[in-house]
């Protein structure tokens, strides 16, 4: 019989690949942070011995969500400078209260605090872009968390960098510092078009090509940034990035809202990723996204929940409901983006974007470890009759029991394992009595 570290019983497994598939009464078992078998529960006992062995009667297991795009630290801002416009949003709120109290600390703080909250949603591994990227790995790193750390380029000044040059220097130093973190991976992170010159975004392309790592940009996010593109360069900021190198299979696309059908074709002819926010979409007024014609081209989408200053949530399993009923409402077609091709989208479709799905985004044997336990006994999600249906329609982050990062128990029973709840909940009230001094 084989010793392994852990065996996870469950009433249903979803694998997410292949699509739409459950397993009833299956177990999975773990060893060294690994997938090392999945089989029906008898089965599995009869080869399996396991040093831990935590049992789900009424429970499905999927893999940890992907958070293809937030700001981490942002979460110490949540509820600041709400019900304005994108643009009032940062000229007005943001931008000068990160010039005054941008630090290492606030970093870290923050992004934590984002891990916390992330981590009890279900939620494994997240596409982080902000300043002091260091800093947001150290926080990501003591939470045991995987993390795609955004090394963030942008002209203007601020506490981190003075000038696009230093931003790209130091980002590729942290890399250079933590590439052999097994829980860390890297993208390059020009802010945006309207806030990055052609000079450096073609260093960027240069840079992404030499090391292989994804670029993560906020592209097409309003009407006003593509008025603005037209004004100053001609052209649109999506064939900017095309004339500038930046489109291929390594570009995420955050938001993506306003875009032509020429441009739908586009991202699908360079195998180009959309990361989806809904809900950060629809409370800055920025737009709905085309979802169904994204679907329709072929394009890769994964889900993001922005930072919690322009959603307040960082809950991808909501987000992803919102996904599915906005598709469904603005296509007039209750098929488009049915439960299961949604909760790919939430997992699968984010690791692919990542440059991680050999790795995350799907329970099969050889993957990572980074699984999900959502319990569907509860009298608000019952009764199931389709435990797919029931994870994107019903349930929510309360119902989220069991994560597992890399094969490490990191909440028990709704709980977070290591973590200070209240040491965290006390350093958010001391910024925000700062912030508001």
């Not at 397993?23 to 011995?49: E, F, K, M, N, V």
């Not at 009407?223 to 360069?233: G, Q």
């Not at 930046?246 to 995420?252: E, F, K, Q, S």
């Amino acid at each position: 019989m084989e010793s392994v570290d852990t065996i996870i019983d469950a009433r249903w497994v979803i694998p997410v690949e292949p699509s739409g598939l459950v397993l009833d009464r299956h177990s999975i078992a773990i060893g060294d942070g690994r997938i090392l078998a999945i089989a029906p529960t008898d089965q599995l006992h009869a080869s399996c011995d396991g040093a831990s062995h935590v049992v789900l009667p009424s429970h499905a297991l999927i893999p940890g969500l992907v958070n293809l795009h937030t700001h981490g630290a942002m979460t110490l801002l949540r509820g600041y400078g709400d019900d304005v416009t994108l643009m009032e949003w940062l000229r007005n709120y943001i931008w000068p209260v990160e010039t005054r109290f941008m630090s290492p600390a606030f970093v870290r703080d923050g992004t934590m605090l984002a891990c916390a909250e992330m981590l009890r949603s279900g939620i494994t591994c997240f596409n982080d872009m902000y300043f002091f990227p260091e800093s947001a790995a150290e926080a990501a790193v003591a939470c045991g968390m995987r993390a795609a750390i955004g090394m963030i380029v942008i002209e203007m000044p601020s506490p981190y960098a003075s000038d696009a040059h230093d931003y790209l220097a130091k980002g590729l130093a942290t890399r250079d510092a933590l590439r052999d973190e097994p829980l860390l991976s890297f993208c390059l992170a020009p802010h945006a078009p309207y806030t990055v010159s052609d000079a450096t975004l073609e260093r960027v392309a240069v840079y992404a090509a030499e090391l292989d790592v994804p670029v993560h940009t906020h592209v097409h996010e309003s009407e006003d940034e593509i008025r603005d593109s037209l004004t100053h360069h001609g052209v649109r900021p999506l064939a900017r990035l095309e004339r500038l190198g930046l489109l291929g299979p390594g570009l995420i696309a955050v938001h993506a809202i306003h875009l032509e059908p020429h441009e739908l074709a586009l991202l699908a002819q360079y195998g180009s990723s959309v990361a989806h926010c809904p809900s950060s979409n629809l409370k800055l007024a920025s737009g709905i996204a085309q979802i169904p014609n994204m679907l329709a081209h072929g394009i890769n989408i994964g889900i993001g929940t922005d930072g919690a200053a322009s959603n307040n949530r960082l809950d991808v399993l909501n987000e992803t409901r919102i996904a599915a009923l906005l598709a469904k409402g603005t296509s007039g077609d209750a098929s488009t983006l049915p439960a299961h091709q949604a909760l790919a989208m939430a997992t699968i479709g984010g690791a692919k974007a990542l440059g991680l799905d050999t790795r995350i985004g799907s329970l099969i044997a050889g993957k990572s470890a980074d699984i999900a336990a959502i319990d569907l006994s509860a009298m608000e999600v019952a009764p199931c009759y389709d435990p797919i249906s029931d994870l994107i329609y019903a349930a929510g982050r309360e119902h989220v029991s069991h994560v597992w990062v890399n094969g490490r128990l990191c909440v028990r029973d709704g709980a977070l394992v290591e973590l200070d709840v209240r040491e965290l909940q006390t350093r958010a009230v001391q910024w925000r009595d700062r912030i508001r001094a």
